[in-house]
């Protein structure tokens, strides 16, 4: 069996392709021009002996737009390779260039791809001051056909947007739950002999504050970012209930949060100083992955996306590492795509956030409590070991057409409320 992957965002198909491959499986990976442009989609990055030099396995797509494919494109640019193989796993960017290649594919959804074009509403149109374009229609209606081409699609995680997408795309299409995986040996303690000594602004946070909260999140929470990017992670949800615990409640609380110059940084700095807070907030630059290692271990609590109703990269990383995580989840979708739900602090308003803060800073000994049940979690649903046959089995049964997985209906998600700016 050949696989051909397209796309790596946040070097989701490089993981999973490099352990597939060590188990046998002729798997390669194809780099699309928005991969080569962002850091953290470097193979390099997961893997620094790489250094750009990478194996025959891994192929660089020159294409000048992939969102604006016509369908000839697969003839040209050294292409054709890509569609001699067995099935295809893509990212929903390049699902209607896909479609019609005769190659059965999967869906993968990575970031907003999910919703790039297919969910692109006419709110956002008439927000931003236009009427809906013929081009964007077009092309909107053209991914919603690549989905229903689609022999599947894997739900890695769980968002309020599954909500907005059930009504879509999904009704009657195949529903894959897989865990996203991540290389669980680079995380958990227990696979990691030489465990990464507390980062020296952790100590120095630590002589001034009792409790270290690590929000690593981007900075989106505003409606115009929060419709421009189509999410939001509840930043300044966080940040007043961080103000209510330290100035109402008098708790000794201090907050690392990362500068990656996005969207909100600058918003989330203005309501730092209007809330007070600025000497208990610490700023830190993007940081390679042992760096983020260190902090997930030394702090108390890492805050993941406070809105979206399922915890992101972040979120399995931090658990990996043995961190508490608190974020929003939304309990009974992960029962029933993954079995149990996470072991995660659940919280939604500020209200939530300053009880279970209140609540942990008299009780550190359930912290630590916690931490453990998550890398228990992380390795029951997003190890190599957990993740890997799941793949296999979906591929052989799309393959072999035979009905063995246990795919799920997608009506699980009518009950969710969909996010606003969708």
Known sequence: MRVHFIGNTCNINYDIAKYLRKEGMDVHLFLAPSDQREPQNFPESEDPDLKANYPEWIH??????????????????????????????????????????????????????????????????????????????????????????????????????????????????????????????????????????SPQIVDSIREKCELVLFQPTRQIWTWESSITHRCSYGNDVFLRALASTIVSDGLSVGAIMVDKNDADTEASRELIRELNIESNIFWVDIMPRYKLIALYRSCDIVVDGLVAGGYGVIGIEAMACGAPLMCYI??????????????????????????????????????SKLGSLGVGYVQRHHSPEATLPRYVELYESILEKRNKFGFIDPRVFLKVKPSPWL
Not at 159 to 166: D, E, G
Not at 347 to 364: C, G, N, P, W
Request: glycine share 6%; hydrophobic share 40%; charged share 20%.
């Open 330 to 367: 939304l309990s009974d979708v992960f029962e029933t795509m993954f079995g149990e739900a996470p072991p995660v602090i659940n919280v939604r308003t500020q209200e939530d956030i300053r009880a279970h803060l209140k609540y942990y800073f008299s009780h550190r000994e359930e912290l």
């Open 60 to 197: 660089q797509l020159q294409i000048p737009c992939e969102r604006l494919l016509p369908r000839w494109f697969i003839d040209t640019h050294n292409a054709k390779m890509l569609l001699k193989c067995d099935l295809i796993q893509c990212q929903g960017n390049f699902a209607p260039w896909i479609m019609d290649s005769g190659v059965p594919f999967v869906i993968l959804p990575q970031g907003g791809d999910f919703f790039l074009w297919t969910m692109y509403s006419f709110l956002q149109l008439r927000y931003k001051g236009l009427f809906p374009h013929p081009m964007l229609l077009g092309l909107r209606r053209k991914m919603l056909k690549g989905y229903d081409k689609a022999a599947c699609i894997i739900f890695c995680t769980v968002s309020t947007n599954w909500a907005k997408a059930y009504r879509k795309i999904l009704p009657g299409k195949k529903i894959a739950p897989i865990g996203l995986m991540i290389d669980t040996m680079s995380f958990c303690s227990a696979g990691n002999s030489q465990m990464s000594p």
